[in-house]
């Protein structure tokens, strides 16, 4: 059996708009959303640009770019569809992926459980969700923003 890993990664700073904050496909009230073209999900999309990577398809850029209106607003839910249907059609099958997100807020160990699971029926495989802060460095670390690093493995089938 052939394997292949894939990394990516993503940051988005915080929106001043009222928008809802999206993480890991969930809606986390009371914590102001992030900018972006789409739903500014950093964990999903650093998940999109892993899978992509390990598949050699390129990254959420190339694969669902700023230029599609159809993506504007869009669920990252979407590129997630997206990106492992294109991995199965290069005849990858990704077997598991981890996701840390890098941030002061939202607390992620009370819906640790909940994200891990919506991300890992999202892509058919098991995610870990685990979160780090930076210790008030980085644009992170003084509140105006979240990023994400993520990894996987895939199989060819």
Known sequence: MSFRTGIGFDAH??????????LALLTWPDHPGLMGHSDGDVVAHALVDAVASAGGLGDIGQLFGRAEPRFEGADSRVFLDGVIDQLDQAGYELLNAAVQLIGNTPAVAPRRAQAQAALSEAVGAPVSFAATTTDAMGFTGRGEGLAAVATCLVAAR
């Open 13 to 22: 700073r915080f929106a001043s708009d009222g928008r809802p904050l999206r």
